[in-house]
């Protein structure tokens, strides 16, 4: 943290993914995709075969971070009140007492989020949304970093429930995990040489530790709360030119003119790329926004907003493909 209060956003998310990287190998990308999603303060979809690090994507971030994280496993029988919570009464005082549910957290992994059926999904997106739960008319506000990480497997669908277009239109970014390369999975298979258990290997990490002697906001390899909330701050500094913010909104309303799309990005689309665009420039250590930022972020930001004609999914068409193309056709400013 800087005399004036303000902090080096970029140096610290590097050396925060640098450290995280010993722990989540070959997933660089990804991992700063959900840092910018932590910065910008929305949530995340991460759509991956099983095994590919998705939930200790999650975990790492949070420990380094020094923020509670909980997991819920998403299954056909999990009610609303599993996620959010319930009055219960209270025989000793004869009153109900509200039990919070998981979301009172800061990081929450949604395990197969498309394994939990409709009403439970639209609790928890509603929540996503609100960032606060209201039972028998009481509002219980969130943590102010409360953030949503979602799982999906892409292969696997039976006895899942898809999420709607207006559901996943909440999430800011979708994530494709891929698997990673043949050095990467060896590298994976030396960091599990040697070790006892099967567990993660967040021990790698050590302590996160504030140094006293630095004040208040610093961890040694990892970001405070502190400075997470003022790197959010940092953002009303970064600024887009107007053919910018026209360029964001030329690339929304394309995808709404494609001949292969049935439904195009929405209003909030162009909102979350406008202001992913801005997290991509912070963390560039400018206070600008270019159309390189947009373009880095456009995929992540849309991929999952757009519905295609059902013979476009029967060409074998994807998301990723309209968009490249509507980026090839959207003229660049200069």
Do not use: W
Not at 140 to 151: G, Q
Not at 153 to 176: C, H, M, S, V, W
Not at 316 to 327: A, I, K, Q, R, S
């Amino acid at each position: 943290m800087q005399a004036d209060g303000t902090v080096q956003v970029a140096e610290l998310v590097n050396g925060l993914l640098n450290r995280a990287e010993r722990v989540v190998v070959g997933q660089r990308e990804s991992l700063e995709m959900v840092m910018l999603a932590l910065l910008c303060g929305g949530h995340v979809l991460l759509e991956g075969v099983p095994g590919t690090a998705k939930t200790l994507m999650a975990r790492t971030l949070a420990r380094l971070l020094a923020l509670d994280c909980k997991r819920v496993q998403f299954t056909p029988d999990l009610m609303p009140s599993d996620i959010v919570g319930t009055n219960v009464f209270n025989m000793q005082s004869s009153q109900f007492e509200f039990r919070p549910g998981p979301v009172f957290t800061d990081i929450l992994v949604a395990d197969e989020i498309n394994r939990t059926p409709p009403k439970t999904q639209s609790a928890l997106l509603e929540v996503m949304e609100e960032k606060t739960v209201t039972i028998d008319g009481i509002s219980h506000p969130l943590s102010e970093l409360f953030t949503v990480i979602a799982t999906q497997n892409p292969i696997e669908y039976e006895g899942t429930y898809r999420l709607p277009e207006a559901q996943l239109d909440r999430f800011l970014l979708k994530l494709q995990i891929e698997y990673p390369s043949p050095d990467e999975e060896d590298r994976i298979l030396r960091l599990y040489q040697g070790r006892g258990t099967l567990g993660p290997p967040l021990d790698i990490l050590g302590p996160v530790q504030t140094d006293a002697g630095a004040g208040q906001g610093f961890v040694r390899g990892g970001i405070t709360r502190d400075e997470l909330l003022l790197a959010r701050q940092a953002l009303a500094r970064v600024t887009a030119k107007p053919e910018v913010m026209s360029y964001v909104g030329r690339i929304v309303r394309m995808t709404r003119e494609m001949d292969k799309v049935l439904m195009g990005a929405s209003s909030r689309a162009a909102v979350h790329l406008l202001q992913a665009s801005k997290v991509r420039a912070l963390l560039s250590d400018r206070t600008f926004v270019s159309p390189d930022d947009v373009k880095r972020v456009c995929r992540p930001v849309l991929r999952h907003r757009l519905t295609l004609q059902p013979d476009a999914y029967v060409e074998g068409f994807t998301t990723d493909d309209v968009l490249t193309t509507v980026l090839e056709r959207v003229e660049v400013p200069r």
